[in-house]
């Protein structure tokens, strides 16, 4: 598999493999454990441009109540009040810019909405392949992430969240993308 593609090959619309794709987390808690989870519904596409990577876009939406971090209780707790899921039941993001640093390393900077809150992100992502797959569909594959402060979008419970839980997330990608038939 190329991971330095041609612009012929690489510009196009192209929609989330779901199945292949992983919307992931990781934050601390007590300071001294990782919890991590992943979100298992969503969807997102690009329009990727190689020639001028500025005239890409991309977007996610992700369903609040699909989180699992291999706790049942946990992930009720997290949907329930950090997400604030029944009045806030998805988190989206929607790029506002795309910068080339080399063939391979882009930044997408972009708007993160969780519970009604929209902040800018920059995501640093990585083309980590391309190519024609089995069933005969081109696909790119990208993997990178963003480190955010959870309380800038109103994510907190209470006092004692906030002595057991650091604010600091770190958002994980690996996404697969398959190009739409042009």
């Known amino acids: 598999m190329s991971t330095v593609l041609r612009p012929d090959e690489l510009t196009g619309d192209y929609v989330f493999d779901t199945a292949r794709t992983r919307v992931a987390f990781v934050a601390r808690h007590t300071m001294s454990t990782r919890v991590r989870g992943h979100f298992a519904a969503f969807a997102g596409g690009a329009r990727l441009d190689a020639d001028d990577p500025a005239r890409s876009r991309a977007w996610l939406t992700v369903e609040a109540r699909s989180i699992h971090t291999g706790n049942r209780q946990r992930d009720d707790l997290v949907w329930g009040k950090f997400l604030d899921g029944d009045r806030h039941p998805a988190l989206s993001f929607t790029s506002t810019g795309v910068t080339r640093h080399d063939e391979t390393r ?13 902040r800018q992100v920059a995501l640093d992502l990585a083309l980590t392949g391309g ?11 990208f993997k990178g992430g ?8 109103g994510v907190n419970w209470n006092a004692l969240t906030s002595l057991m839980v650091a604010p600091r997330v770190v958002l994980e990608l690996d996404v697969v993308a398959v190009r739409k038939p042009r």
């Open 131 to 141: 190519g024609t797959d089995a069933d005969g569909g081109f696909h790119v594959a």
């Open 106 to 118: 882009y930044t997408v900077a972009g708007d993160l909405a969780v519970r009604d809150v929209v």
């Open 146 to 153: 963003a480190t955010i402060d959870r309380k800038g979008w």
